[in-house]
């Protein structure tokens, strides 16, 4: 996985909710950990923009409610710092659906997705409205 451009702050942590960003038939996702590199001893796993978490759909279609699902998140309401010293801050957290070959489940993105998560994940640009 690339390495992202900017300081990205990690405030997603364990039983977080976001809302679904995509088509794929989930609204409200609820966070149950984080995929690869952990956290510190006694600290909860905290994720960012960019990065894979395994959720359960709170709310949704009965084909992936009360399942766990693979998510990469798309919005965060904390500010990220990107290089040139901009700041950036979306309305709401939100995550798109992958697979397991981190192929997006959905065909279209609703809402504007941050550039960083385009670095990452070059297929979700191609169903993303707007890229911020």
């Known amino acids: 996985m690339r390495a992202l451009s900017s300081r990205i702050s990690r405030t997603l942590v364990p039983m977080s909710t976001m809302t679904c960003a995509d088509n794929s ?25 960019g990065d ?11 084909t992936y409610l009360k399942k766990p699902v693979r998510v990469v998140i798309v919005r965060q309401k904390a500010p990220i710092r990107r290089g040139n010293g901009m700041r950036l801050r979306f309305e709401d957290n939100a995550g798109i659906m992958i697979g397991d070959d981190n192929l997006p ?9 941050a550039r960083e998560v385009v670095e990452r994940f070059v297929k979700v640009a191609g169903i993303a409205s707007r890229i911020v």
């Open 105 to 113: 489940i959905g065909t279209e993105v609703k809402g504007a997705i």
């Open 52 to 62: 894979i978490v395994i959720a359960s759909v709170i709310k949704g279609t009965p």
């Open 25 to 49: 038939g989930a609204m409200i996702f609820k966070i149950i950990n984080k995929l690869g590199k952990g956290h510190a001893h006694g600290r909860l796993a905290a994720a960012g923009l």
